[in-house]
C-alpha cells in the first residue's frame, strides 16, 4: 500500500527551526518522480511550499519560503525533508507532503495540489510567542 507519513511538525517561537519529515512506504521513494510540501492555513486555501525531484537534482521553493526553507531527499531512506528556519507566525498551518508520478517537468505542476494523486495525513506546524 502507498503511504506517505509526515512528521516532524510542533510549536516553535518565531525565529525558529523545524525539519519535517515525509517517509514513503509501500514502495521505494522513486516510485514517485516528484514529491510537494504543501501548506493550509486556517481559513486558507492549500499552497505549495517547496517540491524535488526524486530521481534529478531540479528543486523549487515558493517565493515566500526561498532562503529559509530547504528541501531534500534521502532516497535510501525513502524520506524527504523540509527544513524550516527563520519560522514566522504566518508559516503556522498543517503541511501536508504530496507525490506524482508524471512526464512533465518539475516546474509545471510543482505548486498545483490536483496535480497530485498521493498525499500524506499532515502535520501540524504552529508558530508563536
Known amino acids: 500500500q502507498l503511504q506517505l507519513v509526515e512528521s516532524g511538525g510542533g510549536l516553535v517561537q518565531p525565529g525558529g527551526s523545524l525539519r519535517l519529515s515525509c517517509a514513503a512506504s509501500?514502495?521505494?521513494?522513486?516510485?514517485?518522480?516528484?514529491i510537494g510540501w504543501f501548506r493550509q492555513a486556517p481559513g486558507k486555501e492549500r499552497e505549495g511550499v517547496s517540491c524535488?525531484?526524486?530521481?534529478?537534482?531540479?528543486?523549487n521553493y515558493a517565493d515566500s519560503v526561498k532562503g529559509r526553507f530547504t528541501i531534500s531527499r534521502d532516497n535510501a531512506k525513502r524520506t524527504v525533508y523540509l527544513q524550516m528556519n527563520s519560522l514566522k507566525s504566518e508559516d503556522t498551518g498543517v503541511y501536508y507532503c504530496?507525490?506524482?508520478?508524471?512526464?512533465?517537468?518539475?516546474?509545471?505542476?510543482?505548486?498545483?495540489?490536483?496535480?497530485?494523486?498521493?498525499w500524506g495525513q499532515g502535520t501540524q506546524v504552529t508558530v508563536s510567542s
Open positions: 504530496a507525490g506524482v508520478r508524471s512526464p512533465r517537468s518539475l516546474f509545471s505542476l510543482c505548486d498545483i495540489s490536483i496535480e497530485y494523486p498521493y
Open positions: 509501500g514502495f521505494t521513494l522513486d516510485y514517485y518522480n516528484i
Open positions: 524535488i525531484s526524486v530521481s534529478g537534482g531540479a528543486i
